[in-house]
């Protein structure tokens, strides 16, 4: 029984010993850096004489919008067209969404032409002028079956 005694005293002392080292230590103080004062924003000024920056997309036009089925749902994967009026080949194509929705930037300051075509449905066709000073245009599409076809 003495023994026992003696292993848990010397056990316990080795115990604090180990201990005190980790206990003793004080964490490490953070060095204080200087918090500079939050300056207030500069406005925007729109009269800015310097050009876009390359890759901006400043005079760009946004056509956008929806196609839509013959019983008014969403009409997934078809596929528009767009081209100046003044050309015969397309230059931007793109297909609507899992919603039906489409959007294609084209350049400011034009009249283009959006198509939109679908296996056994009519071609639709609209115009869009880009030269309103707006900034985007809005399209929806209501597609209609071919003749003698489901």
């Known amino acids: 029984m003495r023994l026992s005694n003696l292993y848990k005293a010397l056990f316990a002392g080795a115990f604090l010993l180990c201990g005190l080292p980790v206990l003793a230590q004080e964490p490490a103080a953070q060095p204080q850096q200087p918090v500079a004062p939050v300056q207030p924003a500069s406005p925007v000024d729109s009269s800015s004489t310097q050009p876009p920056k390359k890759g901006s997309h400043s ?20 596929e528009l067209f767009i081209r100046r009026t003044t050309e015969k080949k397309f230059k931007w194509n793109t297909a609507t969404n899992s919603r039906g929705e489409f959007a294609v930037r084209v350049k400011m300051g034009g009249d283009y032409q959006v198509v939109v075509r679908a296996k056994g449905f009519q071609e639709l066709s609209q115009a869009v002028d880009a030269k309103t000073g707006d900034r985007f245009k809005d399209l929806v599409f209501h597609m209609q079956r071919q003749e003698g076809k489901k």
């Not at 005079?59 to 078809?78: C, K, N």
């Open 59 to 78: 005079d760009d036009f946004l056509v956008r919008g929806t196609v839509f089925t013959p019983d008014g749902m969403s009409f997934p994967g078809a």
